[in-house]
């Protein structure tokens, strides 16, 4: 079965870093774009990073400089590195195939001040 599992989230200062890491399994994981989504409390879900499977990208202007989207597809993985961490990056993050969509757990990312 498809399933997607998140890991490295954690609490960190203003102006550290992160890296979030997705393992995929049960699809064919390098035919399959691939995104990472966050959602705040009291906020809308929303997109944060996304790479075809041809390895392009794109990012939400909030994030972009700071945070860089990849892919391994030997080990079935795509990474969120998130530098120059900000208290309004504090969110669970999601990884998601894009299409068809299936969802991971998230993994929380808290940045205090």
């Known amino acids: 079965q498809v399933r997607l599992v998140e890991s490295g989230g954690g609490l960190v200062q203003s102006g550290g870093s992160l890296r979030l890491s997705c393992a995929a399994s049960?699809?064919?994981?390098?035919?399959?774009?691939m995104s990472w989504y966050r959602q705040a409390p009291g906020k809308e879900r929303e997109l944060v990073a996304r790479?075809?499977?041809?390895?392009?990208?794109e990012y939400i202007d909030s994030v972009k400089g700071r945070f860089t989207i990849s892919r391994d597809n030997t080990k079935n993985t795509v990474y969120l590195q998130m530098n120059s961490l900000k208290p309004e990056d504090t969110a669970v993050y999601y990884c998601?195939?894009?299409?068809?969509?299936?969802w991971g757990q998230g993994t929380q990312v808290t940045v205090s001040s």
């Open positions: 998601r195939r894009n299409y068809p969509p299936y």
């Open positions: 049960g699809f064919s994981f390098s035919s399959y774009g």
């Open positions: 790479m075809s499977r041809g390895g392009g990208t």
